[in-house]
């Protein structure tokens, strides 16, 4: 059920309005177990403010959220976006089958109706955690993979990193794989292109909370290219950041265009307390 808001006013006062067929107690029902929607995204707060021409939607889908573990952003017929922690795969490897967050989410929409399906966008390293978005159509999952430069605009982390590093637009070099584990910055002739930019949110004398915007999505890019700049990322083993008990990159928001609605979505997550703790306590 959806509806668009007249005028400016609180949330609940509105759904009693464009929802008038339902009782007071089943909106309030909606509302406290996640299920309205507001220009997509949830809300749960009751006096939220609404403005005319917002779109709320009332979602039986979102109301199963409560049930589950996993970090649930958002959800609808086309997509299913989590928070994923980190140290959990995205998906299966020839040592871990069950303990990702693929299998979670399939459990998941399998439990609600056997019959549906969701697939894999993209991945995240197991370490990294944030937004991991997953689909339900085949067909949509195909035409944003092989056309993702159209598709995706806007792929943000945020890195927790030592030194004190500087602002860089389309910072570009060249990586090459070198084994199943390993990446390192070379020439043109023998490694793809990279461009990541890099802008400072806050620094001290020991480290620099980091926003990464990338341009293209190579292996391990955003680790490698910290480390090619003197700046590796807080926990980040591989690639010379000093021990930590997790990696600090986070992957905090992406836009999407899907072709088969031409509707933009963009999803976001908040810097875990994690980051911004271990930045105060180094003052």
């Not at 309205?36 to 005319?52: C, D, E, P, S």
Request: hydrophobic letters at 35%; one cysteine or more; glycine letters at 6%.
């Amino acid at each position: 059920m959806k509806g668009t808001v007249k005028e400016k006013g609180k949330l609940l006062d509105t759904l009693f309005i464009l929802f008038k067929d339902l009782s007071k107690k089943k909106i309030k029902n909606y509302l406290k177990d996640g299920g309205v929607l507001l220009n997509g995204k949830v809300v749960t707060k009751y006096n939220a403010i609404v403005l005319k021409n917002d779109v709320i939607e009332l979602s039986k889908i979102n109301k199963t959220h409560k049930k589950s573990n996993l970090d649930i952003i958002y959800e609808d017929e086309y997509f299913l976006v989590i928070n994923k922690p980190a140290g959990l795969l995205s998906i299966s490897t020839t040592k871990e089958k069950e303990k990702t967050a693929y299998h979670q989410v399939r459990a998941f929409i399998k439990n609600r109706k056997k019959s549906d399906k969701v697939f894999v966008l993209h991945r995240l390293d197991k370490d990294t955690s944030g937004i991991l978005v997953f689909v339900k159509d085949n067909t949509l999952k195909n035409l944003l993979q092989n056309n993702w430069d159209k598709y995706v605009k806007t792929r943000e982390y945020i890195a927790l990193v030592t030194g004190n590093l500087k602002d860089i637009e389309d910072y570009t070099c060249y990586l090459k794989e070198i084994g199943p584990d390993k990446v390192v910055v070379t020439n043109k002739k023998e490694g793809k292109i990279a461009v990541t930019s890099l802008k400072s949110i806050n620094k001290n004398n020991k480290y620099s909370l980091v926003k990464v915007n990338i341009k293209t999505g190579r292996r391990n890019q955003i680790r490698v290219v910290l480390k090619n700049l003197g700046s590796p990322i807080v926990g980040d083993k591989k690639y010379g950041g000093n021990k930590s008990n997790r990696l600090y990159l986070h992957a905090s928001k992406i836009t999407i265009t899907n072709p088969l609605n031409n509707k933009t979505y963009t999803f976001e997550s908040s810097i875990p307390s994690a980051f911004k703790k271990v930045f105060k306590d180094e003052r």
